[in-house]
């Protein structure tokens, strides 16, 4: 007699086991993102059917680094394994899910557990070094690292083998030339230099002026002229009319930028005099357009709009801090924890888990004290917010995808019904 048992085409009608070991021992104290990646994938790996971490992310509407985060959390616990086909290239690999009993029943015992950071980075990161780090980023962005900042920073150096000195340098670049030093615009940016295999400063520099030789050209003009501000979107209009409708090189602006060494105000607009009475632009010299005139305006608003709010959270700060002092005292000591929580994942110390546990325990409390003083004093639990004109992209213009921000239309739409 033969047995024969249907076949099941939708998966959805399959079944998913899960070990009841993985819900004892793992699921208590896992996030609950890393959770949902483990049992999606997992129901893909039980009906043999590929998936990408792409696909993951978009299925579970989350980030595509929290799904790599979630894997690199999983492997550290001994639940899953990675295999690298190609060795070199670390942000693409296959998961195996791992028999959990038989780690604990076959070999005696369960794996430890333990994170590591990548070989190239064991014993890079002391804690002198850690805070060195923090401070130069701090430094760069003008403000204190706050709630979950230092960690996620601490998973890019995991997650994508990226030295501290790239970090920092990724931070320099994005304040410098792109105006944007939000945390995930950064790390959208180390993610990138890591998927090209850039993982020294030396190499993410070439590369750089290769692909964006550009904005490479204007900071040679720009510190021709003493500045170390990035330039205006209008100072951008003048330099590209200069390198693509005159046919200049760096060298002929550079000459015209001494001219401005006798005046007491150098400015871009004197340089551009310059190029034009000497006669190097030839007939191309075009009047500005008006939609570039319009587009000079609303960057221009974009910046004032920022300046005004940040300015007037920073004085409704001064008022809180004087109102309750407390508060500034509960802002210090949640900054101090986080930093604490970054050098214990570092250290891979004994106890060290349940260490960072209790300090996110502290943390969240302080979190609570501070609404409560907030609210008991008379004041909303998001005062001592920045209240962007627009929360979506905090005044910039650009979201941190890199595309406009639907606010950026609105703004041309109005600034040309005024012209």
Same mark, same amino acid.
């Given at each position: 007699?033969?047995?024969?048992?249907?076949?099941?085409?939708?998966?959805?009608?399959?079944?998913?086991?899960?070990?009841?070991?993985?819900?004892?021992?793992?699921?208590?104290?896992?996030?609950?993102?890393?959770?949902?990646?483990?049992?999606?994938?997992?129901?893909?790996?039980?009906?043999?059917?590929?998936?990408?971490?792409?696909?993951?992310?978009?299925?579970?509407?989350?980030?595509?680094?929290?799904?790599?985060?979630?894997?690199?959390?999983?492997?550290?616990?001994?639940?899953?394994?990675?295999?690298?086909?190609?060795?070199?290239?670390?942000?693409?690999?296959?998961?195996?899910?791992?028999?959990?009993?038989?780690?604990?029943?076959?070999?005696?015992?369960?794996?430890?557990?333990?994170?590591?950071?990548?070989?190239?980075?064991?014993?890079?990161?002391?804690?002198?070094?850690?805070?060195?780090?923090?401070?130069?980023?701090?430094?760069?962005?003008?403000?204190?690292?706050?709630?979950?900042?230092?960690?996620?920073?601490?998973?890019?150096?995991?997650?994508?083998?990226?030295?501290?000195?790239?970090?920092?340098?990724?931070?320099?670049?994005?304040?410098?030339?792109?105006?944007?030093?939000?945390?995930?615009?950064?790390?959208?940016?180390?993610?990138?230099?890591?998927?090209?295999?850039?993982?020294?400063?030396?190499?993410?520099?070439?590369?750089?002026?290769?692909?964006?030789?550009?904005?490479?050209?204007?900071?040679? /003009?720009? &510190? !021709?002229?003493?500045?170390? *501000?990035?330039?205006? =979107? $209008?100072?951008?209009?003048i330099m590209d009319t200069w390198f693509d409708d005159y046919n200049l090189d760096i060298d002929q602006v550079l000459e015209a930028c001494k001219k401005t060494s006798g005046i007491s105000n150098p400015n871009i607009n004197y340089v551009n005099t310059v190029l034009t009475s000497k006669g190097k632009a030839g007939d191309g010299v075009q009047k500005e357009s008006a939609g570039d005139s319009l587009i000079a305006m609303v960057m221009r608003s974009y910046e004032e709009?920022?300046?005004?709010?940040?300015?007037?959270?920073?004085?409704?700060?001064?008022? /809180?801090? &004087? !109102?309750?002092?407390?508060? *500034?005292?509960?802002? =210090? $000591?949640?900054?101090?924890?986080?930093?604490?929580?970054?050098?214990?994942?570092?250290?891979?110390?004994?106890?060290?888990?349940?260490?960072?546990?209790?300090?996110?325990?502290?943390?969240?409390?302080?979190?609570?004290?501070?609404?409560?003083?907030?609210?008991?004093?008379?004041?909303?639990?998001?005062?001592?917010?920045?209240?962007?004109?627009?929360?979506?992209?905090?005044?910039?213009?650009?979201?941190?995808?890199?595309?406009?921000?639907?606010?950026?239309?609105?703004?041309?739409?109005?600034?040309?019904?005024? /012209?």
């Amino acid at each position: 007699m033969n047995f024969k048992r249907e076949k099941i085409n939708n998966y959805y009608l399959h079944d998913t086991a899960v070990e009841n070991v993985f819900i004892n021992e793992f699921l208590p104290v896992a996030p609950g993102d890393f959770v949902r990646v483990y049992l999606f994938a997992l129901m893909y790996a039980g009906i043999s059917v590929s998936i990408n971490n792409e696909s993951i992310a978009k299925q579970l509407s989350m980030p595509v680094e929290d799904v790599l985060k979630a894997w690199t959390f999983w492997e550290g616990k001994g639940v899953v394994r990675k295999h690298y086909p190609d060795p070199a290239d670390k942000l693409h690999y296959k998961v195996e899910f791992l028999n959990l009993k038989e780690q604990i029943y076959g070999n005696g015992k369960a794996k430890s557990g333990k994170e590591k950071l990548p070989a190239n980075l064991q014993g890079l990161m002391s804690d002198k070094e850690l805070k060195k780090m923090y401070s130069r980023i701090e430094q760069i962005t003008g403000r204190f690292l706050q709630g979950k900042e230092p960690v996620t920073i601490l998973n890019w150096i995991r997650d994508y083998e990226m030295p501290p000195e790239c970090i920092v340098f990724a931070y320099e670049y994005c304040s410098k030339n792109r105006n944007n030093c939000r945390l995930n615009y950064v790390g959208a940016v180390v993610k990138e230099w890591a998927g090209r295999g850039l993982k020294t400063v030396a190499g993410i520099e070439a590369h750089l002026q290769e692909t964006d030789n550009r904005h490479y050209l204007y900071r040679r /003009v720009m &510190k !021709a002229l003493g500045f170390t *501000r990035n330039p205006t =979107e $209008e100072e951008k209009r003048i330099m590209d009319t200069w390198f693509d409708d005159y046919n200049l090189d760096i060298d002929q602006v550079l000459e015209a930028c001494k001219k401005t060494s006798g005046i007491s105000n150098p400015n871009i607009n004197y340089v551009n005099t310059v190029l034009t009475s000497k006669g190097k632009a030839g007939d191309g010299v075009q009047k500005e357009s008006a939609g570039d005139s319009l587009i000079a305006m609303v960057m221009r608003s974009y910046e004032e709009d920022r300046l005004a709010n940040e300015a007037a959270a920073e004085e409704r700060r001064k008022e /809180v801090y &004087k !109102a309750v002092p407390r508060i *500034r005292e509960i802002e =210090e $000591e949640i900054r101090k924890i986080s930093m604490e929580i970054s050098k214990l994942m570092l250290s891979r110390g004994e106890g060290a888990k349940v260490k960072i546990e209790e300090l996110k325990r502290r943390a969240d409390a302080l979190t609570g004290e501070r609404s409560y003083l907030l609210t008991d004093n008379n004041f909303k639990i998001n005062y001592l917010d920045v209240w962007y004109t627009c929360p979506k992209c905090k005044d910039m213009g650009i979201l941190d995808s890199g595309a406009r921000c639907p606010c950026f239309a609105v703004k041309l739409d109005e600034f040309g019904k005024k /012209v």
